[in-house]
């Protein structure tokens, strides 16, 4: 009789270590996925955390707060034309206006007769023939570069908190060592810039977009190249355009200019359209 209980009482014990040995186990094993897990939340914010400090010095080499504040940029150079990676014969000289966020201003011959304008989502040419819309295919292809610009990446997507930002580690660009980030918005979309290493001077910006008739993938680039300083910032004075690891266009730069006081009437396409139309 005196040993019942302490049978029981032993049974008790042997059953609560095994109930303790089974938590034990499943802790041990749930210990694991929770210190990976953890470890690449850490890993992601560590990454996350460098590709901003790489922005945020390509930011501070292209002149920090007042290339952040510029009211309006000019361009004047030549355009070479590729067909199939090959050049094409002779270039058109140019002349391109922009100001942030969504004015742009194209001049084309000696003249400066034949204009294009791009205001918002719309886009016009004007000659002596007057104003008319600009195709369709074009006017896409020249906003799907300004909504994926180094300017749009860091004035917008930068500041959007949803947007995922990665660091991909170095790579040679153009025999240049070069800090690569993507940034990732919350549509999906994604923007890869180049970083000089040592300047921090942006050497490329890609993105891909599908072809809405073949659905095909294709990746559009501009590479930047022969920095010169104009006015306290640096400026490319080479720029080229690539689809597809093909160049399409090269810019040759002749002559940058920031914050011109411009006409009241700059960027009204029908006073231009009237001024082409008078001259002829």
Sequence with gaps: ????????????????????????????????????????????????????????????????????????????GHIAAFFHGQPDFGTTEFWQFHEWPD???????????????????EGWEVTYRGKQALPKDHLDEFLRRRDHSIETAVKVWMKDPKTILIYEGQKLVERHLADQVSLISSQNEAITIAMDAQTHLPLLRSFQWR????????????????????????????????????????????????????????????????????KK
């Design 211 to 278: 072809d809405p008739v073949y659905k095909d993938l294709n990746t559009d680039t501009e590479e930047y190249d022969n920095y010169h300083m104009v006015d306290g910032l640096p400026a490319p004075y080479s720029i080229t355009r690539l689809k597809n690891g093909e160049a399409e266009r090269q810019y040759y730069i002749d002559h940058v200019e920031y914050n011109r006081e411009l006409p009241v009437d700059f960027w009204d396409v029908d006073a231009w359209a009237r001024k082409i139309k008078k």
């Design 103 to 121: 004015k742009d201003r194209l001049e084309f011959t000696k003249h400066r007769d034949v204009l294009q304008f791009y205001e918002g989502r």
């Design 1 to 76: 009789m005196d040993g019942a209980p302490k049978v029981v009482a032993e049974g008790g014990w042997s059953l609560m270590r095994r109930v303790l040995c089974v938590a034990l186990a499943a802790a041990m094993l749930a210990m694991p996925q929770a210190v990976r897990t953890q470890t690449a939340d850490e890993a992601a914010a560590q990454n996350s955390k460098k590709a901003r400090a790489a922005l945020e010095a390509m930011v501070q080499a292209l002149g920090g707060t007042m290339w952040l504040n510029l009211r309006n940029e000019m361009r004047h």
